[in-house]
């Protein structure tokens, strides 16, 4: 790897032979920028004490490399630069990683999808993530209403995607203080909201897009406020 001494960018997503020991000789490279390796399926925790060497990183996604823990996300609290983290389908982290990734204070974008191990009783600390832009915690079943509520305060968000989880029509009353920068919303498949729930989405005047897909218990009367809004429903 010392032959590539300037790479700013590797990307071996899909490469399901690569183990910590390659993860070892990627750590050489200082100037990586960028490194994307979803469904390394063989990185371990020992991968990530290697990654953490890499303080220049802005972009790191470790999408279904699902031997990954909370001890190993802990690791990554060393990279103060990353604008974008993706731990999507890491179903053996939990909600005690938010400790570690509330440090990451230049994050613009965390993917949390489909982590299931994620409760609400780490939550709160999502919030210390100020300037968060983009924010994917769907089909995170463990959640419930009480854990979502911490996302009010991340005002900065322009995408929020919360598909696929157990939520009630007063967990979306936290919707209303992100009014001013948020663009899209996804909250399709939350098969427990009603016509209620849309009220906490009509103060949401900067959404572009809204995405209530299975939605099964909405009807025409709780829809028909949202004409008042001017976004494209997908």
């Not at 994050?107 to 600390?125: F, Q």
């Amino acid at each position: 790897m010392n032959k590539f001494s300037g790479l700013t960018a590797l990307n071996v997503c899909f490469c399901p032979k690569i183990t910590d020991e390659g993860v070892l000789c990627f750590s050489q490279l200082r100037t990586l920028r960028s490194l994307i390796m979803g469904d390394c399926k063989m990185i371990t925790d020992v991968s990530l004490t290697y990654i953490s060497s890499l303080t220049s990183l802005v972009r790191l996604d470790l999408n279904s490399c699902q031997n990954l823990t909370d001890t190993g996300i802990g690791y990554l609290s060393s990279l103060t630069s990353l604008r974008e983290l993706v731990l999507s389908f890491c179903k053996k982290i939990t909600d005690n990683s938010l400790l570690h990734i509330a440090g990451l204070s230049n994050l613009v974008s965390l993917d949390l999808a489909w982590c299931n191990l994620i409760r609400d009783t780490n939550m709160k600390h999502i919030s210390a993530l100020s300037s968060l832009r983009r924010l994917e915690l769907s089909h995170c079943e463990g959640l419930t209403d009480s854990g979502f509520s911490h996302i009010s305060g991340l005002v900065s968000l322009s995408v929020l995607n919360i598909s696929g989880n157990k939520l009630s029509d007063t967990g979306l009353q936290f919707l209303p203080p992100l009014s001013d920068n948020l663009k899209q919303l996804k909250i399709g498949f939350c098969r427990r909201l009603t016509d209620k729930a849309l009220e906490h989405v009509c103060p949401l005047t900067s959404l572009t897009s809204l995405d209530l897909r299975q939605c099964i218990r909405l009807t025409d009367s709780g829809t028909l406020p949202l004409s008042s809004l001017s976004f494209f429903v997908l």
